[in-house]
C-alpha cells in the first residue's frame, strides 16, 4: 500500500466513523490490479476494497449528481483535473457543493493498461512509481519503462495540477507541472488540408460502436434526457444518409459540451475503440482561448462561460471564421 | 389531416415580372395538404384579402402560406384577415418571394424554381404550426426621457402635455443641451436662449416633468410597458433642494483655472459654478477634479460662505431603480474631433476655430460678452474664413461619410451675422455644395450671397498656414479655374457633427441597434422613422441622425405622440411566440438564464414523478412570457433541447431546412 492510498483510506474511516459523511466515493479493486472502478462505500467493513493506484484514472465527481439525489453528506476524492469538473458541475446546479466535502489528492498522472500491454507486459500485479520512471511488475516478472510511455493521454498533456476547488486536500510528494503543450494534436490537425482531416475524422469516426461510454463517462453530459435518446428531438429517430451520418454524433456531443468541457479527457480514457475524441474538445478550447481569451472552464464554480457571454473584446464572429482574429 | 391554402403574390409586377406565378401556384397544387392555390395581383389588397378570407371559408383551411412579400410588410394584414374568418392568425404564414427572390434574381427560370420552393419551405413549416394566443401585460404610465436637450424638452413637455408623468436624465449639471451653446437660429435669426429658456423653465414648473441632471442611466432591465432602470446620480457636493443659485460660492472660489465646457473650453469657471445663466436647474455644482477641499481636503470657503449650508462634500453617486413604460432617446450629438485635420492648423492656431466656438464667440454671454474678438489677441478680425464640410462627407479616417446636414445653414447664418454687425468685415466661405433644402433656407442662404455680400467660392482648402500674422488659406476656386490664397484673421471650420459616444452604452443597455457611424437605428426609415427596433424605444434629434432645431423638434413630438399612444393603453398584448421550456428534459443547467438579454428566465424546483410511487425534486427553467421577447438565444443554447420557441420550434426550422434541402 503506498502511502497517499494509506492515507486516503484513513481519512475516508475517520469521515464514515464520525459519521461526518454518509458515503464517500472512491475507488474499489477491481477483478485485476489494473482494473479499479468508482465505488460508492457507505461502512468502515467496505473500505477495505478500497484502492488507490496508478490506474484509478477515473473522475469520480459526475457520480455525485445521482449519489446526491438519495441524500446525505458524501465526501469524495478529487485529484487535480477532477476538480475542475466538480467546479462545472456546481455551476450548473448538477451538485450541491454544501453536500460534498471534496478531499482534493495527490496526483502523478495515470496509467494507460493499453500502452503497456502493448509493451508486452500483461497480467500486472502492481506498480511503483519511481521520480520519472515506472516499475511494472506482473505474474511474468517486472519491467521498467519511462513514465511518457504509459502515462494515459490526458495526464501527458496534463492541463494544471492545481486543485480548483479543495476542502482538504491529501498531498505527500510535490506534483510537477508537465511541460507537454496539449494543443499540439489540434494544430497537428489544423495543418491538415480540408479533405485530409475529413479523411482522419472520417476514419477514427467510422471506428465507433455507439456503445456511448464518452456520453456516459462524461461530466458536462448530465442532461436529464439526451438528445440522442430522445425520440421528439428529431435526431434519435433519424435514419442516417450514410454510414458515416450517424458518427456525427460525436461532432454534435463536442458541440453541446463546448465551453463547459474541463479537457479532462475521460471521453479518450473510457473509448473501447480509442478514439482520440479529446482532440474535438480541445479544438474548442483552442478557439475559445483565441477568439475570446484564455478561458479554462471549471477555475470556479460560479460564472459564465465565453460562449454564453458577449464583451467587446470578443472576436468578431463572421471575420472570426475567416482565420486569424483573435480575442482584443 | 391540416388543409392548407396557399395564395401568391404578383405584387403588380414587383413579384411577377421575375416569377412565373401561374407555375408556382401550379406546382404547389399537387403538395400533400394543399386543397388550394390560387394567384392574385395584389393579395394585400381588400381584394385580395377577401380571395384568402374566402378560400377558409369555403375549404375549410387549417393553415395558409402566402408567397408574397417579406413578413415585415404584411404579415399582420394576413393574419388579421385569417383572424376575422375564425383561423388561428398563427396558422398564417408567409413566404417572402419578393425581398429574398424577385428582387434579387434576374433569371426568370432561376427565380421561379426558387419561389416554389420557398412556398413548399413555408407549407412544410405551417404544417407544425400550432394555434397561439397572444397574453396580456401591463403599461407603467411613466415615460423616461434621455438627454435634456431642446429634443428630450420638447419630447418631455407633450407627453406631460397629455398627462404622463415624464422624467428627464441628463448627464450634465443643466438642461439644455447644444441649443443653450447657440447664438441665433436660423432661418429666422432669433436668439437661441430667447426660445429655449422658456421651454426650459416650462418643463422645471411642471408638476409631471422630474429633471434628473447631473445623472446616467446605468442599468435598462425589462420590456415595452415594463422598463425597469437604475439611474445613477453623481455626486453634485451641492445640495439641489437647498442651494438657491446666488453664486455666492463662485464668487469666492479660489481655484479658477476648471475650463468653461459651456464655452467651448474658451474661457475659465470656478471649480464650483453653475454652467450658465438660464441653467436648469439653478443649481451649482462643484467639479471634483479641480475642487482644492475634494482633491487636498484644504480650502471649504464654498461651504463657509454658503447662506443656506448646501454644500456637501462627502454626498456620493447615488443609484434610484425607476418604472417606466417608454423611453425616449435624446442624447444628442458632439461636433467630431479635428485634430486629424493637419491641413487646417486647428491645434497650431489659436485663430483656427469651430463653428461651434465661433457661436460663443458671438453670444453675448460668452467670453468675449458677444464682440467678435479673435481669440490669439482679442482683436478684431477683418477677414474671416469658413470652410465647410470639414470631416463631413469625408470618406478618409478623418472624417465622417455622411453630410452633417446643419454646416450649410449654420454658416450661412454665420457669415450673415458678421457682415450685419460688422459691415468692414470680408468674408468668404470655400464650400463643395451649398445644400438649403428647407423651408426659405435657400431664400437665407441666397440673401447671405446677394443682400449680405458673402464671397462664396466653390471648392476645397487644401491648407492653412501662419505667415506674417496671417492665416493664409490656399484652396482651389473652381468656377474660375484656379488657385487662390486667401489671408485671413480668423479662419472658421464647419465641423461634422457626430452622436454623442454616450450613445453606445445606451443602445447597449437597450438592446437598440446602431449604425457604423454610431446613430440609433429607425424601425423602418420611411415608416417607423421615429420607432427603434426595440418596442418601446424611441428616437428623437441627432441620436437618430443628423438634423437641424425644427426637425428634432418635430421628430421629438412625434415621440411624445408615439409615447402617449403606448401609455394611454391598460394593457399591451404580448408576443406569443415567446421561449418555453420542456420541464421533463430540462435539467436547470442555467445556461439558458445566463444568455437571456431581457432577465425572463427564472428556475423554480418542481417534483415529478418517477414511477413506482417514487418522487425527484428538480431544477427546471421558467420563462416568464411577459419578460420573454422571442429571440431564441435560450433555445439554440439549452443543451438538452428543453428549450423551444412557440411558432419557430427547432422542428419547424429543421422541417424548413429539409424541405429546402429536397431534391
Known amino acids: 500500500m503506498n502511502k497517499v492510498e494509506e492515507l486516503i483510506v484513513k481519512r475516508a474511516r475517520e469521515l464514515l466513523s464520525s459519521k461526518e459523511v454518509d458515503k464517500v466515493i472512491g475507488w474499489k479493486k477491481g477483478e485485476f490490479y489494473f482494473d479499479p472502478s468508482p465505488a460508492v462505500f457507505t461502512s468502515e467493513e467496505e473500505l477495505k476494497d478500497f484502492v488507490y493506484n496508478g490506474f484509478c484514472g477515473a473522475n469520480l465527481s459526475k457520480y455525485l449528481v ?40 495527490e496526483c502523478q498522472g495515470k496509467l494507460d493498461i493499453e500502452k503497456i500491454k502493448e509493451k508486452g507486459v500483461s497480467a500486472v500485479t502492481e506498480t511503483e512509481e519511481n521520480g520519472e520512471e515506472v516499475i511494472v511488475s506482473s505474474l511474468y ?46 494544430e497537428e490537425l489544423e495543418r ?120 467587446e473584446k470578443d472576436a468578431d464572429p463572421t471575420a472570426a471564421v475567416n482565420g486569424e482574429v483573435r480575442h482584443a | ?83 376575422a374568418e375564425g383561423l388561428n392568425p398563427y396558422m398564417v404564414e408567409i413566404a417572402n418571394i419578393r425581398e429574398h427572390c424577385s428582387w434579387i434574381h434576374k433569371d426568370r427560370e432561376e427565380a421561379t424554381e426558387k419561389a416554389i420552393i420557398l412556398v413548399r419551405t413555408a407549407i412544410a413549416k405551417v404544417k407544425l404550426n400550432a394555434p397561439l394566443t397572444a397574453g396580456e401585460s401591463p403599461v407603467t404610465k411613466r415615460a423616461l426621457v434621455i438627454g435634456g436637450g431642446i429634443a428630450g424638452i420638447q419630447a418631455a413637455l407633450d407627453i406631460a402635455e397629455a398627462g404622463f408623468e415624464v422624467d428627464i436624465v441628463e448627464k450634465n449639471p443643466t438642461i439644455g443641451g447644444r441649443m443653450a451653446q447657440l447664438d441665433k437660429t436660423f432661418p429666422t435669426l432669433d436668439c437661441a436662449a430667447c426660445i429655449l429658456t422658456p421651454k426650459m423653465v416650462d418643463c422645471a414648473q411642471s408638476d409631471k416633468i422630474d429633471i434628473l441632471t447631473y445623472s446616467e442611466v446605468e442599468d435598462v432591465k425589462g420590456f415595452v410597458g415594463n422598463f425597469k432602470v437604475k439611474i445613477r446620480r453623481k455626486a453634485r457636493f451641492v445640495d439641489e433642494t437647498k442651494c438657491t443659485g446666488c453664486k455666492i460660492c463662485m464668487d469666492n472660489c479660489p481655484s479658477k483655472k476648471g475650463l468653461n465646457e459651456f464655452n467651448m473650453n474658451l474661457n475659465n469657471r470656478p471649480a464650483i459654478y453653475i454652467p450658465f445663466a438660464q441653467a436648469i436647474p439653478n443649481v451649482a455644482v462643484i467639479d471634483p477634479e479641480q475642487c482644492l477641499k475634494l482633491k487636498s481636503g484644504k480650502c471649504g470657503l464654498c461651504q463657509k460662505k454658503c447662506g443656506v449650508g448646501a454644500i456637501d462634500y462627502t454626498m456620493t453617486d447615488k443609484i434610484i431603480e425607476r418604472e417606466y413604460g417608454a423611453i425616449v432617446v435624446a442624447t444628442g ?105 428647407g423651408k426659405n433656407y435657400d431664400e437665407f442662404y441666397r440673401r447671405a450671397c446677394e443682400q449680405y455680400g458673402v464671397d462664396y467660392i466653390k471648392g476645397m482648402v487644401g491648407k492653412v498656414y501662419n505667415q506674417n500674422g496671417k492665416l493664409m488659406v490656399q484652396g482651389s476656386n473652381l468656377i474660375e479655374n484656379e488657385q487662390v490664397t486667401i489671408p485671413s484673421d480668423l479662419v472658421v471650420l464647419a465641423t461634422a457633427i457626430e452622436p454623442e459616444p454616450s450613445v453606445r452604452k445606451i443602445a447597449t443597455l437597450l438592446t437598440a441597434s446602431i449604425d457604423t457611424n454610431n446613430f440609433l437605428t429607425e424601425a423602418h426609415p420611411k415608416l417607423k422613422p421615429v420607432e427603434s427596433p426595440t418596442a418601446g424605444v424611441y428616437l428623437a434629434g441627432v441620436c437618430q441622425g443628423p438634423k437641424d432645431i425644427p426637425e428634432t423638434v418635430s421628430q421629438a413630438s412625434a415621440c411624445a405622440a408615439k409615447v402617449i399612444g403606448l401609455l394611454v393603453k391598460d394593457s399591451l398584448k404580448t408576443n406569443p411566440c415567446v421561449a418555453q421550456s420542456d420541464e421533463s428534459m430540462c435539467n436547470g443547467c442555467s445556461q439558458c438564464a445566463n444568455v437571456c438579454a431581457y432577465g425572463a428566465i427564472t428556475y423554480i424546483d418542481k417534483e415529478f414523478r418517477l414511477g413506482g410511487g417514487k418522487t425527484e425534486t428538480r431544477r427546471v427553467a421558467y420563462v416568464n412570457p411577459a419578460v420573454c421577447q422571442g429571440c431564441g438565444a435560450c433555445t439554440v443554447t439549452c443543451p438538452s433541447g428543453a428549450m423551444d420557441l412557440k411558432g419557430f420550434a427547432s422542428k419547424q426550422i429543421m422541417s424548413e431546412v429539409e424541405e429546402i434541402c429536397r431534391k
Open chain 1, 66 to 105: 445521482q449519489e446526491l439525489k438519495k441524500g446525505g453528506k458524501i465526501a469524495v476524492f478529487l485529484k487535480p483535473c477532477d476538480t475542475y469538473s466538480f467546479n462545472e458541475l456546481v455551476k450548473e446546479h448538477r451538485v450541491d457543493k454544501n453536500a460534498v466535502k471534496v478531499i482534493a489528492i
Open chain 1, 141 to 186: 516478472g517486472s519491467a521498467k519503462f519511462r513514465k511518457e510511455e504509459v502515462l494515459l493521454e490526458k495526464c501527458l498533456t496534463c492541463k494544471s495540477k492545481k486543485f480548483a476547488v479543495a476542502d482538504e486536500t491529501i498531498v505527500v510528494n510535490e506534483m510537477k507541472e508537465t511541460a507537454n503543450d496539449r494543443f499540439s494534436g489540434v
Open chain 1, 192 to 311: 491538415m488540408s480540408e479533405e485530409e482531416r475529413f479523411a482522419f475524422w472520417k476514419g477514427e469516426l467510422s471506428k465507433c460502436i455507439r456503445c456511448n461510454a464518452c456520453r456516459n463517462v462524461c461530466p458536462a453530459c448530465t442532461c436529464v434526457k439526451c438528445v440522442f435518446d430522445n425520440n421528439a428531438s428529431g435526431m434519435a429517430t433519424k435514419a442516417p444518409a450514410d454510414t458515416f451520418e450517424e458518427q456525427m454524433f460525436h461532432i454534435i456531443r463536442a458541440y453541446h459540451v463546448a465551453g463547459r468541457c474541463t479537457d479532462c479527457g475521460e471521453c479518450s480514457r473510457v473509448c473501447p475503440q480509442h478514439i482520440p475524441l479529446h482532440l474535438l474538445n480541445r479544438k474548442f478550447i483552442k478557439d475559445i482561448n483565441r477568439l475570446y481569451g484564455d478561458f479554462q472552464a471549471g477555475e470556479a464554480d460560479e460564472g459564465k462561460n465565453p460562449l454564453i457571454e458577449y464583451t
Open chain 2, 1 to 83: 389531416m391540416q388543409r392548407i391554402g396557399v395564395f401568391i403574390c404578383w405584387c403588380g409586377s414587383n413579384i411577377a415580372a421575375t416569377v412565373d406565378v401561374e407555375r408556382v401556384s401550379e406546382a404547389i397544387k399537387s403538395e400533400p395538404g394543399v386543397v388550394f392555390s390560387a394567384n392574385y395581383q395584389y393579395m394585400c389588397s381588400e381584394n385580395g384579402q377577401q380571395l384568402l378570407r374566402n378560400a377558409i371559408k369555403e375549404y375549410h383551411l387549417t393553415g395558409v402560406v402566402v408567397g408574397s412579400c417579406s413578413p415585415r410588410m404584411h404579415e399582420a394584414t394576413f393574419r388579421k384577415a385569417a383572424e
Open chain 2, 333 to 437: 450629438f458632439r461636433p467630431i474631433n479635428i485634430d486629424k485635420f493637419n491641413e487646417y492648423g486647428y491645434s497650431e492656431n489659436k485663430d483656427v476655430i469651430t463653428s461651434l466656438e465661433l457661436e460663443r464667440l458671438m453670444n453675448a454671454a460668452g467670453p468675449t460678452n458677444g464682440v467678435l474678438l479673435r481669440p490669439s489677441d482679442n482683436t478684431h478680425p477683418k477677414v474671416i474664413t469658413f470652410i465647410q464640410c470639414v470631416g463631413s462627407r469625408d470618406l478618409t479616417d478623418c472624417g465622417k461619410p455622411y453630410c452633417s446636414k446643419i454646416c450649410c445653414m449654420y454658416t450661412a447664418k454665420h457669415a450673415m451675422l458678421i457682415r450685419e454687425k460688422y459691415p468692414d468685415t470680408e468674408v468668404h466661405v470655400f464650400y463643395i455644395d451649398v445644400r438649403c433644402p
